[in-house]
């Protein structure tokens, strides 16, 4: 279908405003999904389109992280690897199962993540002393066996549908790994670029694309990530926190309420 010039202009200012958002914290896709809804698309091809068009704004974000990319590509291609893995059988999911009892657990799944971002600090430091105690070896410095498997399920979620997947990127990370916030945040944008790519690619076999919506969401989103990293580099771990918990806890409203 075809977009008027007005539609056209509220798809690119959502597509800035969802990559400003996805590189910050996540949740970007609670701002384009609907904007694509409203311009008539069906459903599943907003979602596609959706998904499609926010990669770019994903990989402009990295690269605006790329100072606190630094010294951790190990750890990339370790969690990357189970996150394409996940990214691709979510993607799978949403062509082929029923997404009623799914979206029910979402805003849980969500809640939960907030409440981890919220403690991530005292539960880390609890953790360590707890390990201390015991005379346990330190956790693993990429979080071992629990992270891997926490974001192949995440990353599942997100090639599913992506809203707040970067909410429970940082979650798991915040609390698995010993690593500052900003930097944790870095990893979150590639393996989010990684796994909207590959869902993406998925539905490229399958799936019907509104390509204006695509080009549109791209351009905006790409604008958006420059944006989103030169404001999140700069706050501070409290506030970026704080932050975190408004827009997943946006996300939870709207995801209840859709």
Known sequence: ????????????????????????????????????????????????????????????????????????????????????????????ALLTLPSESFDTIVPVLIGLALVLVVLQPRLAAALRRRQEAAGAEPAHPDGGPALLTGMTLASAYGGYFGAAQGVLYLALMGLLLREDLQRINAVKNVIAALVNGIAAVVFLFVAAFDWTAVLLIAVGSTIGGQIGAKVGRRLP??????????????????????
């Open 237 to 258: 771990p409290t506030a970026l926190r704080a932050l975190i918990v408004v827009v997943g806890t946006v996300a939870i409203v709207q995801l209840v309420l859709r």
């Open 1 to 92: 279908m075809a977009l008027s010039i007005w539609e056209s202009l509220a798809v690119f200012a959502a597509g800035i405003g969802a990559g400003t958002i996805n590189t910050i914290v996540g949740s970007g896709t609670l701002i384009t999904f609907p904007v694509l809804l409203a311009t008539g698309l069906p459903p599943v091809t907003a979602n596609v389109s959706n998904t499609l068009g926010l990669v770019p704004g994903s990989i402009s974000g990295a690269i605006g992280y790329r100072h606190e990319l630094k010294g951790q590509r190990a750890r990339i291609l370790r969690l990357g690897s189970v996150s394409l893995v996940g990214g691709a059988a979510g993607a799978i």
